[in-house]
């Protein structure tokens, strides 16, 4: 075989087209194309902005003294003080609002995760009778609002002796997450070759094997995605704590700045550090996983 120099090499791409530059006017963005971009960015920018500036606002106000929150409401950042957000955290009870949130949130995004990634990966991977129609029932749950059964599992509920305790909010909040979870992750499981399968039953490994060896770290972005959802969802959760904590003894950050505000309808600063206080951690968890999030959730629309 012949050995070109470098210097040959480039003479042959140039002889046969292959380094030919493109002609200016196919590397230039027509006014038309270049007026829609432009349009696109400055809407994104827009509603980028409309959904930052009350997190800014509500930011500033909490970090402000009360003086100032009282003359300039609205001036951001104006002066910096730590009382409003003391005042929420100890006076306001929100060190025990945080923790029951914290009590109701994990277990249920815990079952949640657990419970969807079984049922998704049953009816993705093992054929058994009556799959599909199994499946549709669970999807039934997406199509069934909360309203329609919210007063009926009250008194079931209180039946049952579950009225106004932890396992019993945390069992209607993975109830209300579980048929969504189940779709979603199904998508990643039948993405999946089935050649994979294949292979690890005739290497002998058994079902459960192939579900956590193999399976279950080709869908960590799903489950990630999955998670933070169903987080937000739970923590972010007025409706199910107010109805089915009527005691007040488990309180969570939302009932408990519905109450907060009851009672400080003109402290303007305390209401904003007790607002901060309960966005905080979905900040955070949003900030660390976000990566996660964006790639799971776009997947999860690829496959489904």
Request: glycine share 8%.
């Amino acid at each position: 075989m012949t050995d070109f120099t470098e210097t040959e090499r480039s003479q042959l791409r140039l002889a046969s087209g292959l380094d030919k530059p493109l002609p200016r006017e196919q590397n230039r963005i027509s006014p038309r194309r270049r007026f829609a971009l432009t349009g696109k960015h400055l809407l994104l920018i827009l509603l980028a902005g409309l959904t930052l500036a009350p997190v800014v606002l509500i930011i500033s106000t909490a970090l402000k003294t009360d003086v100032d929150v009282k003359v300039d409401p609205f001036g951001l950042f104006t002066s910096f003080s730590f009382e409003n957000i003391v005042n929420a955290w100890t006076q306001g009870g929100f060190s025990d609002y945080v923790w029951n949130s914290v009590l109701l949130t994990v277990p249920s995004t815990a079952l949640v995760l657990v419970l969807s990634t079984l049922a998704g990966y049953a009816f993705a991977r093992l054929p058994f009778p009556g799959r599909t129609t199994l499946f549709y029932v669970v999807v039934l749950g997406l199509l069934v609002p909360f309203f329609t059964y919210m007063i009926p599992l009250f008194y079931q509920l209180r039946s049952l002796g579950l009225l106004d305790t932890l396992p019993g909010v945390i069992l209607v909040l993975t109830s209300t997450g579980v048929s969504f979870g189940t779709f979603f992750m199904r998508a990643f499981f039948t993405d999946l070759p089935v050649e994979l399968d294949q292979a690890a039953r005739i290497d002998g490994a058994s079902e459960w094997q192939i579900f956590h060896r193999i399976m279950l770290p080709l869908v960590g972005s799903g489950i990630s995605a999955l998670g933070v959802f169903t987080f937000l969802g739970a923590w972010n959760n007025f409706l199910v704590p107010l109805l089915y904590l009527p005691g007040g003894n488990f309180r969570p950050v939302t009932t408990g700045l519905y109450q907060f505000m009851s009672a400080r309808l003109i402290d303007v600063g305390p209401l904003a550090a007790a607002a901060l206080i309960t966005i905080f951690p979905v900040l955070v968890l949003f900030v660390v996983l976000q990566k996660q999030v964006a790639t799971g959730f776009i997947s999860g629309a690829v496959k489904g």
